[in-house]
């Protein structure tokens, strides 16, 4: 009794299948590392084929096309079989690679951080060191001027000139803490931290709540300062764009662990809808990560903003 032309067709369709699957696999053999991956494939497509064509002609119910197909069915089973072995050595391999891409991409990414908080220091010192002093040698000046024999118009004037250069000192200095903080650098992140926030809860009128267990610990410069500039851009995010009146800040360590949870009762938004929010969120997260951290982030309309950074430091 011969094979069913319902199955023929289904047998054929399968034999053009598995010959599509082969041309794909003879392609790849020189596109990646381990090609034995795929000469054994096509090995075993191939036999797999003939064993097929077998059953369509009907040779399978003989004594001699049954121990051919049992010896084909052993060879496929064989080549499948290290292929899959291969293909084990190949994942290994591809995760091998994407943890090296990630650790370049880190190191690139910490290199960049580097050149620009050196950039940022260079202007700061060029500030404070160049026009601060300037801009008080011109303010003693005036104000050793003799105000006998001016005008009431000229005293005024005088006046106004040296209030003008006391707001140019105070900007100086705070852009220049702004770009490069000292007190950073001599008393540690708590401080500079502590600094900060009243500085802005005062200008701001918004409460700003700083908890922190540090106390004199002092870490790696990149982590001081990377971890100050995101606690800098998530409270500059609160006060710009979420109308908070309340923010607060947990600074802990513990376990060799630096964790940041922060939190504002601002309007909140959808992370699902809302990728960046123009809030640099994306520039936190990648910071945060240039340490080998981790950043998430919690947000619902009406329901305010809160974050989560974890980095690993020794102190």
Same mark, same amino acid.
């Given at each position: ?72 069915? +052993?060879? *496929?089973?064989?080549?499948? /079989?290290? @292929? =899959? ?11 091998? %690679? ?84 000292? +007190?950073? *650098?001599?008393?540690?992140? /708590?401080? @500079? =931290? ?11 009128? %918004? ?91 919690? /947000? ?16």
């Amino acid at each position: 009794m011969g094979t069913p032309l319902a199955l023929k067709i289904v047998v054929i369709l399968a034999l053009m299948l598995q010959f599509v699957a082969i041309v794909y696999a003879l392609r790849l053999v020189r596109r990646t590392k381990y090609s034995a991956i795929w000469i054994l494939c096509v090995i075993g497509f191939v036999l797999i084929g003939v064993e097929r064509y077998f059953e369509v002609i009907g040779i399978e119910n003989d004594q001699v096309g049954l121990y051919i197909s049992i010896v084909l069915g +052993v060879v *496929v089973s064989i080549c499948i /079989s290290v @292929a =899959v072995l291969f293909a084990h050595r190949l994942v290994n391999y591809l995760d091998r %690679v994407d943890r090296q891409r990630a650790m370049f991409n880190r190191r690139i990414m910490t290199e960049v951080l580097r050149a620009e908080e050196r950039s940022k220091q260079h202007f700061s010192k060029e500030l404070h060191d160049g026009m601060g002093p300037l801009l008080s040698s011109a303010k003693m000046s005036l104000s050793a001027l003799s105000q006998d024999g001016l005008s009431e118009q000229q005293r005024e004037l005088l006046s106004n000139t040296i209030y003008i250069l006391d707001q140019a000192l105070r900007s100086v200095r705070e852009i220049s803490n702004n770009l490069s903080p000292q +007190v950073l *650098v001599d008393f540690g992140l /708590s401080q @500079a =931290v502590e600094n900060f926030t009243s500085r802005l809860s005062v200008m701001h009128g %918004v409460v700003i709540r700083f908890n922190t267990t540090l106390t004199t610990e002092r870490f790696d410069g990149d982590v001081e300062v990377i971890v100050y500039r995101v606690i800098c851009e998530l409270i500059n995010n609160s006060l710009k764009h979420s109308g908070c009146t309340d923010i607060v800040l947990d600074l802990e360590y513990q376990d060799n662990t630096l964790t940041l949870n922060y939190a504002d009762n601002g309007r909140g938004f959808d992370p699902e809808t809302v990728t960046d929010c123009g809030m640099g969120l994306s520039n936190i997260s990648s910071r945060i990560s240039s340490l080998g951290g981790t950043f998430t982030i919690n /947000s619902a309309k009406g329901m305010g903003f809160k974050a989560t950074a974890q980095v690993q430091v020794n102190s």
